[in-house]
């Protein structure tokens, strides 16, 4: 059993900062790729970013420039930076993660609520 935990988010005002936290625990062998995604309301759920074990990050258009990911292989943990908040950027933010137990398969977390202010 795995469990990713997401953390984090919260109600900003438009230009703020936010971290997010997404935390693996449970009967992991390792974790391959990671990744965070986001879900309006009243919109299918999007891709933002995804980061490899080995550091290489891949963003969506939409984020670059404003979003980095990151992660810490000895904690399990991934992390997504966002500067610049828009009040667009109000959203469910869920982590996924790729991990070897030793079976293959993608977890997900149960999302943290991100809600940006004008």
């Known amino acids: 059993q795995v469990q990713l935990v997401e953390s984090g988010g919260g109600l900003v005002q438009a230009g703020g900062s936010l971290r997010l936290s997404c935390a693996a625990s449970g009967n992991i062998f390792s974790i391959n790729a990671m990744g965070w995604y986001r879900q309006a309301p009243g919109k299918q759920r999007e891709f933002i970013a995804a980061i490899t074990s080995g550091g290489t990050t891949n963003y969506a258009d939409s984020v670059k420039g404003r979003f980095t990911i990151s992660r810490d292989n000895a904690k399990n943990t991934m992390y997504l930076q966002i500067y610049s908040l828009k009040p667009e950027d109000t959203a469910v933010y869920y982590c996924?993660?790729?991990?070897?137990?030793?079976?293959?398969?993608?977890?997900w977390g149960q999302g943290t609520q991100v809600t940006v202010s004008s």
């Open positions: 996924n993660a790729a991990v070897i137990t030793p079976r293959l398969y993608t977890y």
